[in-house]
């Protein structure tokens, strides 16, 4: 009924090809869900994204990572 996924991941961009800049990616994602008995998931999510260049950008200022936080709901209609 309730689970805790963390997660973590690099990506080596030495060419730049995927995201149009020559970085290294990193992404830290932590995922707690709960699951309803009547087909209710509910998802709360915290991400934290960082790069070894000023890739980000908040109040149109370059940044070298970014927050997001997010919740989100999903109905299944068979519980099988």
């Given at each position: ?50 790069s070894d260049i000023d ?23 068979s519980t099988r």
């Amino acid at each position: 009924m309730f689970a805790v996924i963390p997660r973590w991941e690099y990506y080596n961009g030495e060419d730049g090809f995927t995201t149009g800049a020559a970085q290294n990616v990193q992404e830290f994602r932590l995922t707690a869900e709960v699951k309803h008995s009547q087909g209710l998931i509910m998802r709360v999510e915290y991400r934290r994204d960082w790069s070894d260049i000023d890739f980000f950008t908040k109040n149109r200022r370059p940044r070298d990572g970014q927050h997001t936080f997010s919740v989100g709901f999903v109905y299944a209609f068979s519980t099988r």
